[in-house]
């Protein structure tokens, strides 16, 4: 893999905004560490394992949150990188579904790689569930590996959103912007100040998608005054905070009977806009140092496993501590001085494991070359089909994990109770129907 990484470097365009690789890289590096470290995992008094969240165990630490809670920089940078994908995908087509095909160009090394995890965890746990095999960890394991799946399911309606999004933002610019963040702001009035009901779930929309415009503007040339921007972020969400009845945490909490993530806050845009100006405030500096051949050698390699390690790090962390449970090792209290002792040695024994799984793994995460085919059987109407069922699909399983295959649990999603196996055949059917649709558009040039 060294040559392919050294050739890819040095064949970098000498306009590619590299700072937009490292943010892409840093975002879902910060999350895996947050989660490797926040996990608290305990022996509870009926003798079975307990994962429970250090930031509830100590409060303090939620501060934490206003910069490891970092993946509104991942969907900014996504806005940035649909908007410039689906640009030129429209001036080199010469007929066919342009939809269909950014679709595809977009969703090829974010969804094989989530297809192959979720078909080696199901299959995994129907032969568990078969053997009569449970209990202790395993279930916990069953339950907790799919939740970053919710990611990909924001990051699939963000990918199926960007034309039309992006019309509204060439039409009207920072309008656009504007009306999406005002939105989210009246849903949270409605929320809070008047008890409209289930009307917050669609912040799930306006939030998400207003740090995803952030990056069409950035596209552009258009995000400028970066220290203003973090400045209001900053000021709004502490002053959010201060007043309630947002908490001040930015990821959610258990037991918390309001959350900044589920649905989202008008306080986590504001975060989202804090850290936006952070990171475009760094720019310069950063961009010099990529300019390095080492580091930006670095850089490239990262890219081309980061999805496959953040699908597989979570399942890393609990195999650690299966493995610590197995070998007779004792677990300290949670933030005790003997569990903080033991962090540094999880954590590398984690990051040695999630490198074994994505040595294993990564191959699904190079995208296929697409062949040119007629125009006339391209199809947007079967991506858009596509992208939605796999949404819907990777979100219930987020929410209702591996756990019950057999049994017929069910979790709520917008209204609908979702079994896994519904799930897992909404996300499969969606895939094939996105690969499809995508690969059947002729193009003047593809690469």
Known sequence: MGSSVRELAEKTPAGRDRYIDLLRVASLGTVVAGHWLMAAVAIGDDGRAEVGNLLAVVPQL??????????????????????????SLSRASSGGSVYSAFLRARLQRLLRPTMVFIGVWGAGALILQLGGQGGGLLDVALRLVAQPLWFIGIYLAMVAFTPPLLRLHERWGR??????????GAVDVARFAFGVPYLEFLNFAFVWLAVHQLGFLRADGKLRLPYALAGTGLAGAALLVALGPYPLSMVGMPGERVSNMAPPTFALLCHGLWLVGAVEALRGPATRWLARPRVWRGVVAANGISMTAFLWHLTAMLGVYGMLLALGVPLPEPASAAWWA??????AAAAALTAALVAAFRRFERPAAAEPIAPATASGPAAALGVTLCLFGVLGLSMVGFGGLLEGRTAMLVAVHVTAPAAVVMALVGWLLVERAGGRVRARRWR
């Open 62 to 87: 939620q501060l934490l949150t206003w910069a490891l809670q970092i993946m509104p920089v991942f969907f900014f940078v996504g806005g940035f990188s649909h908007a410039l994908s689906y640009r």
């Open 342 to 347: 033991q962090v540094p040695l999880r954590m």
């Open 175 to 184: 309008g656009a912007f504007g009306a999406l963040v005002a939105a989210a």
